[in-house]
């Protein structure tokens, strides 16, 4: 790794963005219908597979990543208002050389 190439260093485009998103507050109501959603998936793919329906509970015990991935969609679009959760446009990216 070259000595101006370290990642995120403070001042680049990168570390702000990152600093930034993790100040954000999502809405705690997207947080508990992620667990929620993700955990009763699991409990129910389970009770359905040990009743005899294995295809049917493997199939339902796919869902809990896709709610999950769902869930942190949501917390990223919907983050406090008035801060946008995009890259800004025309930042300077510290990995090509430009630092």
Do not use: C, H, R
Request: hydrophobic fraction near 40%; charge should be positive.
């Amino acid at each position: 790794m070259v000595k101006n190439d370290v990642p995120f260093k403070k001042g680049t485009w990168k570390a702000d963005y990152f600093m930034e998103t993790n100040k954000k507050e999502a809405n705690p109501i997207i947080d508990v219908a992620t667990i929620v959603l993700t955990l009763s998936s699991i409990i129910l793919s389970q009770i359905i597979f040990y009743s005899g329906k294995k295809e049917l509970g493997i199939f339902i015990g796919l869902w809990p990543p896709t709610f999950v991935a769902l869930g942190t969609l949501l917390k990223q679009t919907f983050g406090k208002p008035g801060e946008s959760p995009n890259l800004p446009v025309g930042g300077k990216d510290s990995s090509k050389g430009d630092a």
